[in-house]
């Protein structure tokens, strides 16, 4: 996938090669999980083709709260990368276990204690909530985590009762 991914790199890169490029933002998925010598591999090769000197941001979805450590961190703060996304899509143990989510709350919270301690402080978060109800001590634990934070997406997701997921109660 990432060979195939430098080729298009590269192909783009020349396409549009008379283009000043201020913004980059890799994701759509979760580029966290390559490994930290994967991620450093893709991140130099778009320093390498692009001229990121007038680049106002860089971004990287950053994902699941699984998918990030201090290594992988580091690399991206050494390539130029200067905000992340964390996407925990709930405050809810029990609904992040419906969901297949392998991460829990308190990984949340050390996720975003982690990219602070390596220096992100521009960190942008997308949670939704997946409930019949909207319950307050969701919001509360939501709230928590918005003192840290600068840019905030919130989306409260009710089920379709069509939808193969059972709904949870809070």
């Not at 964390?86 to 975003?112: C, W």
């Not at 909207?134 to 409260?156: E, G, K, M, P, R």
Request: charged share 25%; hydrophobic share 40%.
């Amino acid at each position: 996938y990432l060979d195939c991914l430098m080729k298009e790199i590269d192909y783009v890169a020349e396409a549009f090669q008379d283009k000043v490029l201020d913004t980059i933002y890799i994701g759509g998925g979760t580029p966290t999980s390559l490994s930290a010598e994967r991620l450093e591999r893709l991140l130099s090769k778009l320093e390498s083709v692009f001229d990121v000197t007038a680049l106002k941001e860089f971004t990287v979805e950053a994902g699941r709260p699984d998918t990030i450590d201090r290594e992988k961190l580091m690399v991206m703060k050494e390539c130029g990368v200067t905000r992340i996304s964390i996407n925990p899509q709930t405050m809810n143990d029990k609904i992040l276990e419906v969901i297949g989510r392998s991460h829990t709350v308190a990984d949340i919270y050390d996720s975003f204690k982690l990219a602070r301690e390596c220096g992100f402080d521009n960190i942008k978060t997308i949670c939704c909530l997946y409930t019949k109800k909207v319950d307050s001590s969701a919001f509360s634990t939501f709230s928590i985590i918005t003192s840290i934070l600068f840019n905030i997406s919130y989306f409260y997701k009710l089920f379709n009762p069509l939808s193969q997921l059972t709904p949870v109660s809070l």
